[in-house]
C-alpha cells in the first residue's frame, strides 16, 4: 500500500503573517482583534515561536535626563509647558548622574539604558553633553537608546557617531485619531525623523499608546502603520495610557485590559520579528495580565522603578514575577 503525502498549504493560506508581504490594511489587522481571544492568543503564541525563544524577556530602562517644560501639546504627557500637573522645569542631568543611574540599572539585569528629553527637538548645544552620554552608557557595556524629539537634519548621524543603538520616537496613535492628541506637530513629522535614524543606520524603536479615546478601528491603524515601515521597528513599546491629572486625557475611560492583550497580539502577528515591549501602565498591571501579554508575544519591558514620570513596578516584583512565570531575562 502506498501512502501519498500531501504538501502543507502555503503559509499564507493558513497564517498570512508567516508569508512575505509589505502591507496590512487596517482592515486585516482590525479583523485580528475581532478573533476570539483564546484564538488570537494561540496564533499570536505561534508566530512568536517561531522567531524568538517564547521564554526570554529584554529588560530595558528608562532615564529621564531632561523633565519638563516641553513646548508640544501631547495631550496625554505631563512633561508638557501647557499643562499644569505640577511638574517641575529641570535642565539636562549631568552626566556623572546618569552613569550612576546606568550602573544601577545594569547592576538589576537591564540589558538596554534609554535616556529620555523632553524636548520638541534637541537644539545643536544640546547634542553634545547627550552624545557624551551616549558614549559613555555603552562604555559600560549597555545598549544605548535616546528619545530627544524630532530630530534635525545631521542629528542622527552624530548620534549614529557616538555609537547610539536605538533611538525611540512613537508614533503615538492612528493617523486618523492623531490631531486629537497632538496639535503641535503633524505625524509625517514624525514619520520624517524616523527615516533620518535609518538612514543613519540606528535601530528604530517605534511604538504607541492605546486608551486615550480611540476605538478598535484606530488601535487596529496604529499596529498598520507600525506593521507597514519598511522595515518594521527593531522595537514596538505598547503603552496603556497613565491618566495624569492636568493634561486633556485626565479623565480617559480606563481600556478593557483584553483589549490590551489583543493589540500585543495585533503587534506580534503583524510585525513578527519585532521586539514587542510592555511600556507605561504596567504598574496597574496584574501579573495575571501581565502573563497574558507574554503569551500573546511581548517579549521585552521597561524595568526600574520609574519611566519617564510616571512609576513602573519595582523590579524586585519584576524578578518574582518572571520566576514565578519560568521566564529569563536577557
Not at 6 to 26: F, G, L, Y
Not at 169 to 185: K, L, S, W
Not at 215 to 244: F, H, K, T, Y
Request: with cysteine; proline share 5%; net charge negative.
Amino acid at each position: 500500500m502506498t501512502t501519498t503525502l500531501t504538501a502543507p498549504p502555503a503559509a499564507s493560506q493558513n497564517h498570512p503573517e508567516q508569508a512575505q508581504r509589505k502591507k496590512w490594511a487596517v482592515a486585516e489587522v482590525q479583523a485580528l482583534f475581532e478573533l476570539p481571544f483564546l484564538d488570537l492568543l494561540f496564533r499570536a503564541q505561534q508566530v512568536h515561536r517561531a522567531h524568538f525563544d517564547a521564554n526570554e524577556i529584554q529588560r530595558s530602562t528608562l532615564l529621564s535626563i531632561k523633565t519638563g517644560g516641553c513646548s508640544e501639546d501631547c495631550g496625554y504627557c505631563s512633561q508638557s509647558a501647557r499643562y499644569d500637573t505640577g511638574l517641575e522645569r529641570e535642565r539636562l542631568m549631568p552626566i556623572d548622574e546618569v552613569l550612576e543611574h546606568a550602573r544601577a540599572a545594569k547592576a538589576k539585569g537591564a540589558s538596554r539604558f534609554c535616556m529620555g528629553a523632553a524636548w520638541r527637538g534637541p537644539r545643536e548645544k544640546d547634542m553634545e553633553p547627550v552624545l557624551e552620554m551616549v558614549r559613555e552608557v555603552k562604555k559600560l557595556g549597555l545598549q544605548t537608546c535616546v528619545t530627544l524629539g524630532m530630530l534635525r537634519d545631521g542629528q542622527a548621524e552624530q548620534l549614529a557617531d557616538a555609537g547610539l543603538d536605538y533611538y525611540n520616537h512613537n508614533i503615538d496613535t492612528a493617523p486618523e485619531f492623531y490631531g486629537q492628541v497632538i496639535t503641535t506637530h503633524t505625524m509625517q513629522d514624525r514619520l520624517n525623523t524616523l527615516d533620518k535614524v535609518r538612514d543613519a543606520g540606528i535601530n528604530v524603536c517605534c511604538g504607541g499608546i492605546i486608551g486615550m479615546g480611540e476605538g478598535r478601528s484606530s488601535r487596529a491603524g496604529l499596529i498598520a502603520q507600525l506593521a507597514n515601515m519598511e522595515p518594521p521597528p527593531d522595537s514596538v513599546p505598547i503603552n496603556n495610557l497613565v491618566a495624569i491629572p492636568g493634561t486633556p486625557m485626565a479623565e480617559s475611560e480606563q481600556l478593557d485590559p483584553f483589549e490590551f492583550v489583543r493589540t500585543i497580539a495585533a503587534a506580534r502577528i503583524t510585525m513578527p520579528a519585532s521586539y514587542v515591549r510592555l511600556s507605561a501602565g504596567r504598574e496597574q498591571m496584574s501579573d495575571e495580565l501581565q502573563a497574558l501579554c507574554f503569551m500573546a508575544g511581548a517579549n521585552s519591558m521597561f524595568y526600574g522603578d520609574r519611566l519617564l514620570t510616571t512609576s513602573n513596578p519595582e523590579a524586585d516584583r519584576d524578578e518574582n514575577l518572571l520566576a514565578r512565570l519560568g521566564l529569563k531575562a536577557v
